[in-house]
């Protein structure tokens, strides 16, 4: 028996492998992140991001900065969130059901603080930041990008670094508004390697980079009473409006290699090998919310839209996804949620919300995509420890629950590698759960 060689092709997809493993440990990445999937901090996870325009605290940032401005007192906020799916796809032809249980762990912090005293100004500035790191602090960087010769869910698994910094001010009497930048990663490595046919190599060369992309969010919100009827009372007060628009965002990975084999592949004209493929996708969103409250309760709603179908764009440019011919649609999430405060410092907090799947094809060539309809719940406990007696404010614990159930939908696996079974029906079903707690610091 004779041992083959290592075919040119074969070299080369290692030496790829080897500038990608150069960049970040391989995770079960998703199209999606920590705020638009599940929620930031426990308010926005047991709302089901019904009430996140309206949260005071520093997940703010992200939903709604204008709405930093709505307590003039400094916040750090640290946080825990755990996501744990289940997600099947059966057919008569597969030995067990469940396609992805893989789980995201992260660890959150924020701050929000009043900038007002840097300037010689009266008019308050309000800056706030909000990171989130996966696997507990210990993941900065979580991405994949690949096809699947059984099926993927497209927005679930590990999320990459959530970063974020904003600021808010007062425009007029009872209008704030606000603006953030969120950041995400794009990297790029480019390798060099002279290799034999046994798949020795030698010379390497490996340049790995990675540039900030900042993409922006802007809103604004309005205490109707406040801004109609400043000095008396009227059947506006404890009305509030809110609207929001968060710009598309992406990480993406671009790898270029080339290799030389002595005697075959010359170092004139080197085999090349270019990637360029996106992960953690989240579309331009526009957001409206509505909210009514008094010292006791307070009822929300938030339609959302979310523009997926500029998506189809990026898979064009993604050289793992391209073949998929994947069809995306606009889709519009209504959202509804209330909390009501009980015992003086204890808040009970519920929420709901039904997400149409964003994903038209019911068939996406070698990459083989899942994705469903959805119903969200949630449930969320508050409370305010106020005998500190070293700290000047109360100290605030929150704890939430959210259940994601995907509903059945059929999907067609479609593979052009050999010995798979192309055709297949698969149906897809679901669920997630998500627990959150965080501890908040006034000051």
């Not at 004779?2 to 391989?26: D, E, F, W, Y």
């Not at 497209?154 to 930048?181: C, H, M, N």
């Not at 307070?298 to 050289?319: I, K, M």
Request: aromatic share 10%.
């Amino acid at each position: 028996m004779t041992n083959q060689a290592p075919q040119p092709s074969r070299l080369l997809i290692s030496a790829v492998t080897l500038a990608l493993a150069g960049m970040a440990s391989t995770a079960s990445a998703s199209m999606g992140n920590i705020g638009t999937t599940y929620g930031i901090l426990p308010t926005d996870v047991a709302s089901a991001q019904a009430l996140s325009m309206f949260n005071s605290q520093v997940s703010a940032t992200y939903y709604n900065p204008a709405y930093l401005a709505k307590d003039p007192r400094g916040e750090l906020t640290s946080g825990l969130m755990h996501a744990q799916p289940e997600l099947r796809a059966k057919s008569p032809y597969r030995d067990g059901d469940v396609v992805s249980d893989q789980e995201s762990q992260h660890v959150l912090i924020g701050m929000k603080t009043n900038l007002t005293s840097l300037t010689r100004f009266d008019h308050p500035i309000y800056l706030g930041f909000m990171a989130g790191v996966e696997k507990y602090g210990k993941e900065m960087l979580a991405f994949e990008s690949n096809t699947s010769e059984t099926g993927q869910f497209l927005e679930y698994g590990r999320q990459p670094l959530f970063l974020l910094l904003g600021g808010a001010t007062t425009l007029w009497r009872g209008i704030d508004v606000g603006a953030s930048a969120r950041i995400t990663l794009h990297s790029s490595a480019s390798l060099k390697t002279t290799t034999d046919l046994a798949g020795n190599t030698q010379y390497e060369s490996l340049t790995v980079n990675a540039k900030p992309s900042i993409r922006s969010i802007l809103s604004t919100s309005i205490d109707l009473g406040e801004t109609f009827c400043p000095d008396s009372e009227c059947w506006l007060d404890g009305w509030e409006t809110a609207f929001a628009y968060r710009s598309s965002s992406n990480t993406n990975t671009e790898v270029s290699a080339n290799t030389v084999i002595p005697g075959l592949i010359p170092e004139s004209a080197p085999l090349v090998f270019s990637v360029l493929t996106y992960d953690s996708y989240q579309p331009s969103i526009y957001a409206a919310g509505i909210q009514y409250g008094t010292d006791s309760w307070r009822l929300g709603l938030t339609l959302e839209q979310q523009n997926w179908s500029d998506l189809e764009d990026e898979f064009d440019n993604d050289t793992i996804k391209d073949q998929a011919n994947a069809r995306f649609k606009d889709i519009l999430i209504p959202r509804i949620g209330a909390e009501f405060k009980f015992a003086e410092h204890f808040g009970l907090t519920l929420g709901f919300a039904y997400q149409e799947s964003a994903l038209k094809s019911n068939s996406t060539q070698d990459v083989n995509y899942f994705d469903n309809d959805k119903y969200i719940a949630g449930i969320g406990l508050s409370a305010e420890y106020t005998r500190t007696r070293v700290l000047t404010y109360p100290v605030r614990f929150d704890i939430a629950y959210q259940r994601q159930m995907l509903q059945d939908r059929d999907f067609t696996i479609d593979s052009t590698k050999p010995g798979t079974r192309d055709g297949e029906v698969v149906t897809t079903d679901g669920e997630v759960d998500v627990f959150s707690g965080s501890v908040t610091l006034k000051f």
